[in-house]
């Protein structure tokens, strides 16, 4: 028999396959873009010719490629180049951040940021325009909050996007006022979209530079595959599927792309969508869109009234009709669903609008999923695995809101199912975990130490300690959960033969290290679809 010989060989005495829930000693043999062999050195030792390249790894650790189940890729990729204010800690140092950020970058026509958190600065007082006016009085100024939900614009910005005391208030959103009736900068939700559509008209060639350095950022944290969720009708300018297509056809796509546009009820062009990108790197994989805000802001949609301001519970962005019958009609046509949910009632109309489709339209293997389920009610955790729901989680995020200005928002009797990722998973829900970049950074071994610490926004206490997960747990997540969620798991999210050649590398097996340093491990090495896109070593990658 006409034994096939590997392009590649990685060999290293800590392989986690994904397989089983330890890490072993193993050889991974690569032709084309597939994996041909996994086993012992022995084993594959015959799969090795005079061209094949062998690595030896040693105690270095070998696991599949981290698959990112919800994520920006655009609107991460012009964070990657705008001022950060997550480490402020009062108005003041925010500005100071800001003023040097602007000084720095004279040509930008808009300074744009993010991640500020009034919950985290000296007064927990919000901030308006009149502060930003002092110091950037004649160039526009757009400063997107933590969670993304509501921005921090000057009066410049205001004026460009035409904004003033007699602008409505969109459908869902509000413009800030003043006790004068003016607006005072902030602005919530849709609210947004006027400034943001001026912001971010890039042209294709910006949008070439943004996607490139994005692809950059993804192969050095081991990041193989992609779920590019749609944010708000405005960012999806940058949402440029051409561009995306034009690195596919030039070999230039070194991550799996999958696309989720908005579920909003025109089905004829995601239909259309579809039917265009459907390959093994760039496809639109199933729609998304938004049930509710966040709990900060208490955008996001309860049950019951918040805590500390019992006149309201938040409401859903659209009326909840309406997004049964999206569902129900989007289910129908093949989609897969994903539903922005972070309040207990909007977690639970995304639930009642996934069984309404399987009441209407049959049962079938959808994989629908609700995205973040921060405050998940009891009564609803074991509808995940009866409907077949994931819970695409971001472990991270419950330590990125200061702890007692979130508790305070809901209370203690909800508090108690605060981001509850091991009761989800052992009342049989399927779990797949990524970033939600840029709300948080691209860093998956962030969200996997988060997943098995609960080390909260503190950095010392731990929040609900039996939510913790176990670190294999918490990898297969990040890679079988995804591909799971998106019908990829005969391709990806393991090391087995057949499978697609996506493989990381890291310079440390997690599995005997202290968990604390989990997320300062780098990457080695990241192989996408045979392909080495980074190499920590040389830093050359191979086209």
């Known amino acids: 028999m006409n034994q096939q010989l590997a392009d590649v060989i990685i060999s290293s005495n800590a ?36 061209e094949t390249k062998i690595h030896q790894f040693n105690d270095q650790f070998i696991l599949p490629g981290f698959h990112d189940f919800h994520l920006h890729m655009m609107d991460g990729a012009v964070s990657m180049n705008s001022a950060n204010l997550f480490p402020a800690r009062s108005e003041d140092e925010a500005l100071e951040m800001i003023r040097e950020f602007a000084e ?60 003033t005391r007699h602008t409505e208030n969109p459908s869902y959103g509000m413009i800030g006022k003043d006790e004068n009736g003016e607006p005072n900068g902030l602005l919530y939700e849709k609210a947004m979209e006027a400034v943001i559509l001026h912001a971010y008209d890039f042209t294709k060639e910006q949008k070439r530079e943004l996607f490139t350095n994005f692809l950059t950022h993804a192969a050095g944290l081991g990041v193989t595959s992609v779920h590019d969720l749609f944010a708000i ?51 639109v994989s199933g729609l998304k869109q938004f049930i509710d805000g966040v709990i900060t802001a208490r955008t996001a949609y309860l049950l019951e009234p918040y805590a500390d301001q019992p006149n309201t519970r938040g409401e859903s962005s659209f009326p909840p009709e309406t997004i049964k019958k999206w569902v129900v009609d989007a289910d129908k046509e093949g989609f897969s669903i994903r539903f922005h949910a972070i309040g207990d009632g909007a977690i639970r109309l995304a639930l009642d609008a996934y069984e309404e489709a399987q009441k209407t339209n049959g049962k079938r293997d959808s994989r629908h999923s609700v995205e973040h389920i921060e405050v ?22 419950f330590a990125m809101s200061e702890r007692g200005v979130y508790t305070e928002r809901i209370g203690t009797e909800r508090e108690k199912y605060v981001f509850s990722i091991n009761t989800l998973q052992e009342a049989g829900a399927k779990l797949a975990f990524g970033t939600d970049f840029p709300i948080d950074t691209l860093d998956p071994l962030l969200q996997i130490y988060r997943a098995v610490t609960r080390i909260d926004s503190s950095g010392k206490t731990v929040w609900h300690p039996h939510e913790r997960i176990t670190l294999a747990e918490a990898l297969k997540a990040y890679t079988a959960g995804s591909a799971y969620g998106s019908f990829r798991e005969k391709e990806l999210g393991t090391l087995e033969v057949g499978k697609l050649a996506d493989i990381v590398v890291l310079e440390r097996n997690l599995f005997e290290i202290p968990v604390e340093e989990i997320p300062n491990t780098k990457v080695q090495l990241t192989i996408v679809d045979g392909k080495v896109v980074f190499d920590h070593t040389t830093s050359l990658i191979e086209k």
Request: glycine share 6%; no cysteine; aromatic share 8%.
């Open 376 to 397: 998940v009610h009891p009564d609803d955790i074991h509808r995940f695995k009866e409907l077949g729901v994931t819970a695409s989680m971001q472990p991270d995020h």
């Open 233 to 283: 009708e405005a960012l999806e300018m940058l949402n440029d599927y051409d561009v995306f297509k034009e690195f596919e056809d030039n070999g230039d796509l070194t991550a799996r792309i999958h696309l989720w546009p908005a579920l909003n009820g025109n089905l004829e062009r995601v239909k259309k969508l579809r039917d265009t990108y459907q390959s093994d790197k760039l496809r």
């Open 104 to 163: 720095s970058r004279p040509q930008d026509p808009w300074i744009i940021g993010a991640s500020w958190d009034a919950g985290y600065w000296d007064t927990q007082q919000l901030p308006n325009r009149s502060s930003l006016d002092r110091i950037l009085p004649d160039r526009p100024v757009l400063m997107f909050h933590a969670e993304g939900h509501y921005a921090w614009v000057n009066s410049k910005a205001l004026e460009i996007a035409n904004i």
């Open 15 to 50: 392989v986690f396959t994904g397989i089983s829930d330890q890490p072993e000693p193993a050889s991974i043999a690569i032709k084309d873009n597939k994996i041909i062999a996994v086993g012992s050195e022995e084993e594959v030792k015959p799969y090795s010719g005079e």
